[in-house]
C-alpha cells in the first residue's frame, strides 16, 4: 500500500480514525482526572566531610568519598532510619495504622511494618557532590512534606546515634581496662621498690659506679703496698753482709761515719803492726778501738736492717688486709651488679605497664570526648516545604501521550480495516489490482450537492459526468 492509497484510505474512514483518537484522548484525561493525586516534598542534605568534634579525623580520598556518600544514601534508606521515622511522628498510635496493620498480620512489631511501607515513597539520590536529596511522595501534601522532613531528622539521629554509642561502649570498655592496667602499674612499681629497698638500691643514685671507683682505688692501692712489701724484702732478707750493702745501711750517715772511722782505724792498726808487735801497749789499744768499731758498725747497721724489716712486715700485714678489702669489694660490686640486673627487669615490667596505661588512657580520653559528641556533619541546606501542586498524575502529559496513542491506535486501525476491506478508491487500484490493459471506461468526480449547473440563478444541480 502506497502513501497515497493510504490516505485515501484515511479519508475514507476518517471516522473510525477521529472516533479511536478522540476516545484515546478522553480516555487519558479521564483516568488522569481519576486517579489519586500525589505530592512529593523534597529536603537537600549538606554532607561534610570535615569533622569538627573529632580528636582524630583524618581526610578522605575521592574514592573513599564516593563510597562514604553511598553508605549515607543507604543508611537513609535503612529500616532502621524508616523505624525512626515512624516513631518521631507517631504513627503506631494513630487508629486506621493500627487498623491496617491488625489486617495485615504481620508479626514484625508495629513500628518496623510502618517503617517499611514508610520506605515506598522515599527516594534518595546524590551525585559526586556532597549534596544529597531526600524525596517523599504522599497522597497528603502536608504529610509528604512532614516525612521528607522526618526522614531527614531520622538519619542525623541515627548517624549521631552510630557515631556515639560504639564511643560510649568503647569508652566503657577502655575504662574496665584501665582499672586493671592500673593495677598491675601499681604491682609493678611495689615490687621494684620492695626489690630496691631490699637490695638498698636507690633509683637515681650512683652507687654502683661509686662502688666500681672503689673497688679500682683498693686495687691500685693493694699493687703498690706489694710492690713496697718486695721491695722492703730486697733490703733486709740476707745475712750480716747483705745487710751491709742493703740500701738502708748504705743510706745511714750513722753507719757510713761509723765505717770511716773504722777504716781510718785499721789502717792505723795495720801500720802498727808492721813497726810494733801484737803485744805492744800502743798496738793493743789500737786494736781495741778497731774492734769496738767494728761492734758500733755492726750494731747500727743490725738496728737499721731490722728497722727495714719490721717496715716489710707491716706492709705485708697492709698488704693481706687490702687484699681481703679488695675480695669484699669485689663481691659487694657483683652483688650490686645482679641487683641492678634485676632491678632493671622490674624497671621495664614499670615502663611496660607505664606505656601500657598511658596509651589505654589517651584511647578512653578519645572515645570518651567523641562519645559527647552533640553535632553530626550533616546539615540541611533546605528543608522540606508542602508542595501546592500535585506530581502526579500530569494531566497535559498523559493528554500529549493519550494523543500519540490515538493517532496510533487511529492509523493502525485504517490500516488494518483496508487490509481486511480492501475497497476501489482511485485508477491506480484497478491498475494495480486488475492489470493494466483493463480499459478506464469512466471516473467519477466530487459530488457538490449545493453547487449549481445554471450559474447563481439556476435551480439546475450539477451532476457529476463521465470522463
Known amino acids: 500500500m502506497t502513501i497515497k492509497q493510504f490516505l485515501l484510505a484515511l479519508r475514507g474512514r476518517l471516522w473510525i480514525f477521529l472516533a479511536l483518537v478522540g ?152 575504662d574496665d581496662q584501665l582499672k586493671s592496667l592500673r593495677k598491675q602499674l601499681d604491682e609493678a612499681q611495689g615490687k621494684l621498690a620492695a626489690y630496691q629497698r631490699e637490695h638498698g638500691i636507690i633509683a637515681t643514685d650512683e652507687r654502683l659506679d661509686v662502688e666500681q671507683t672503689r673497688l679500682q682505688e683498693l686495687t691500685n692501692q693493694q699493687l703498690r703496698a706489694n710492690d713496697e712489701m718486695y721491695a722492703l724484702a730486697g733490703k733486709s732478707g740476707v745475712g750480716s753482709r747483705a745487710g751491709d750493702s742493703s740500701p738502708d745501711v748504705l743510706a745511714s750517715p750513722l753507719v757510713q761515719a761509723l765505717k770511716t772511722d773504722l777504716l781510718r782505724a785499721e789502717s792505723e792498726l795495720q801500720q802498727l803492726s808492721t813497726r810494733l808487735g801484737p803485744n805492744h801497749p800502743q798496738y793493743v789499744q789500737q786494736k781495741a778501738q778497731v774492734d769496738a768499731l767494728r761492734a758500733r758498725v755492726a750494731s747500727e747497721s743490725s738496728k737499721v736492717t731490722g728497722g727495714a724489716r719490721n717496715a716489710t712486715a707491716a706492709s705485708a ?65 533546605s528543608p522540606a516545604l508542602e508542595p501546592s501542586r500535585p506530581a502526579k498524575p500530569k494531566v497535559m502529559l498523559n493528554i500529549a501521550l493519550g494523543v500519540i496513542l490515538g493517532l496510533c491506535l487511529g492509523l493502525g486501525a485504517v490500516f488494518l480495516l483496508e487490509l481486511l476491506d480492501r475497497r476501489v478508491r482511485s485508477s491506480d487500484d484497478l491498475v494495480i489490482n486488475l492489470g493494466a490493459d483493463v480499459p478506464l471506461l469512466g471516473q467519477l468526480k466530487p459530488w457538490r450537492p449545493a453547487g449549481l449547473l445554471g450559474g447563481p440563478g439556476g435551480n439546475t444541480r450539477a451532476l457529476p459526468s463521465p470522463t
Open 317 to 381: 700485714a697492709r698488704e693481706a688486709a687490702l687484699k681481703r678489702d679488695l675480695e669484699r669489694q669485689r663481691q659487694r660490686v657483683i652483688e650490686l651488679r645482679d641487683a641492678r640486673a634485676g632491678a632493671a627487669t622490674l624497671v621495664r615490667d614499670v615502663d611496660t605497664a607505664q606505656k601500657a596505661y598511658e596509651a589505654a588512657q589517651q584511647r578512653f580520653l578519645v572515645n570518651k570526648v567523641e562519645s559527647g559528641a552533640k553535632l553530626t556533619n550533616v546539615n540541611v541546606l
Open 23 to 174: 476516545g484515546t484522548i478522553l480516555a487519558a484525561v479521564v483516568v488522569s482526572l481519576l486517579l489519586p493525586k500525589s505530592y512529593v516534598s523534597t529536603v537537600s542534605l549538606f554532607v561534610d566531610n570535615a569533622d569538627q568534634q573529632t580528636l582524630a579525623g583524618q581526610p578522605q580520598d575521592p574514592r573513599q568519598r564516593i563510597g562514604y556518600m553511598q553508605t549515607q544514601v543507604d543508611l537513609i534508606q535503612s529500616p532502621r532510619v524508616a523505624r525512626k521515622v515512624a516513631q518521631d511522628l507517631r504513627l503506631d498510635q494513630n487508629a486506621n495504622v493500627k487498623a491496617a496493620y491488625a489486617k495485615s498480620g504481620a508479626r514484625e512489631d508495629i513500628l518496623d511494618w510502618v517503617g517499611a511501607s514508610l520506605l515506598t515513597g522515599l527516594k534518595v539520590e546524590t551525585t559526586q557532590s556532597s549534596v544529597i536529596t531526600v524525596s517523599y511522595t504522599a497522597g497528603d501534601p502536608r504529610f509528604a512534606a512532614q516525612a521528607a522532613n522526618a526522614f531527614a531528622k531520622a538519619y542525623i539521629d541515627v548517624t549521631l546515634a552510630l557515631r556515639t554509642e560504639p564511643n560510649k561502649q568503647a569508652a566503657a570498655w577502655f
